[in-house]
């Protein structure tokens, strides 16, 4: 089960300010997680944090000690790149102890670059080539359906990934088959390798593209957890959920947010200085 017991109400301060607190010391874990490999992808970890607190510690049913439960809900980061907010966050919840971060990209460690199922307990899917995750999702909620399974489905996705066709012959199938058990979760932070999103391949109107595959489709703040938990927990009508989630890339650290270079920069040790102390307010 979740760790913050879902008995609160969505936008219960408390629940909120709990969320907001495991989201900041997840920052702080990437940030060291990152210094110590000197290798890592630090904007796009910090814009898709709060989306990932939201869904491990607010939403999804699991159990850190028993990964392969069979009720599991099944979480996919499609992208995998990304994986060092995942891997903090996994061992927020208890999937392996904290220090073990410091083996992020070592030769041969359980901690990839990229999230590899064979090496972790509680990886559904190995992920890094992008416009892979969905397609792996969309079969996982097929498989829930025809088992008759209560389990959910959740896919995170960068939105430069959906410059991918195979995601949108997923969202096809996804909506033809009103896979009412899957979310995808975009993380609309606008920026990609080397530019924007719009500059490289426009995207918009992108909402109108997942509704035309039959999502019922959502755009809102991605660092709002208010709003995050109302459409998350939000009951199933029947058709796949599409969260279009709005954020920053580098959210939380002033020199990193909205700058495309930080999208696989690593910070110096004076940078990861003054970037903790943005985060913990000290």
């Known amino acids: 089960m979740t ?4 008995c609160l109400q969505k936008d219960d301060p408390e629940r909120i300010a709990k969320l907001s607190q495991i989201a900041s010391e997840i920052r702080v874990d990437i940030v060291n997680t990152i210094a110590a490999a000197k290798m890592g ?21 699991y159990k850190s000690q028993d990964p392969q439960w069979a009720d599991r809900d099944r979480f996919i980061l499609s992208k995998g790149h990304c994986a060092a907010a995942l891997y903090s966050v996994m061992a927020k919840a208890g999937y392996f102890k904290h220090e073990q971060l410091n083996e992020f990209m070592k030769p041969l460690s359980f901690l990839g670059g990229h999230p590899n199922r064979r090496k972790l307990a509680g990886i559904e899917a190995n992920t890094g080539p992008l416009g892979h995750g969905l397609p792996i999702g969309v079969g996982c909620a097929v498989g829930a359906s025809l088992a008759k ?13 959906l410059q991918e066709g195979s995601n949108w012959e997923a969202a096809m199938y996804g909506g033809h088959r009103k896979l009412g058990n899957l979310m995808a979760i975009i993380d609309r932070n606008r920026l990609q390798q080397g530019a924007s999103t719009e500059e490289t391949n426009s995207l918009d109107p992108l909402a109108d593209k997942w509704r035309a595959f039959g999502w019922d489709t959502y755009e809102l703040d991605g660092h709002n957890f208010a709003e995050l938990l109302n459409v998350m927990e939000a009951p199933d009508t029947g058709k796949p959920k599409a969260i279009i989630a709005n954020t920053i890339k580098g959210k939380g650290v002033s020199f990193i947010e ?3 270079e930080w999208h696989h920069k690593v910070p110096s040790a004076e940078q990861n200085i003054q970037a903790i102390k943005e985060l913990t307010h000290s």
């Open 149 to 161: 399974k209560t389990y959910r489905t959740f896919v995170v996705l960068g939105d430069g990934e």
């Open 3 to 6: 760790i913050i017991q879902k």
């Open 258 to 260: 909205n700058r495309v």
């Open 41 to 61: 992808h630090i904007g796009g970890d910090f814009s898709v944090t709060d989306i990932l607190v939201s869904l491990f510690f607010g939403v999804m049913n």
